[in-house]
């Protein structure tokens, strides 16, 4: 498996997590949040999908995705020590 065929799907879904959160609940924090990391993920996906196409890496992918991860699970982290 290539980290393209997550990263594009997980991209949408954070996009439509975050159009849905904003239309229920009026949450701009949640319309910036799934909005902005979806497309973030999707462009990475996007630029990993072309770099396998022409046989090389895409090393801005990688870091895109890296990044995005380690934002979103220290975002989490802080959450859960939050409440705790």
Do not use: W
């Not at 462009?43 to 990993?48: C, D, I, M, P």
């Amino acid at each position: 498996m290539h980290d393209f065929c997550f990263t594009i799907p997980y991209g949408i879904v954070l996009v439509c997590g975050g159009i849905l959160g904003y239309a229920s609940k009026g949450s701009t924090a949640s319309l910036a949040g799934g909005v902005g990391t979806g497309l973030l993920l999707i462009q990475a996906g996007y630029l990993s999908l072309s770099a396998f196409g022409k046989r090389k890496n895409s090393y801005l992918a990688l870091i895109l995705e890296t990044g995005t991860t380690h934002v979103a699970s220290s975002e989490l982290v802080g959450m859960t020590k939050k409440f705790a």
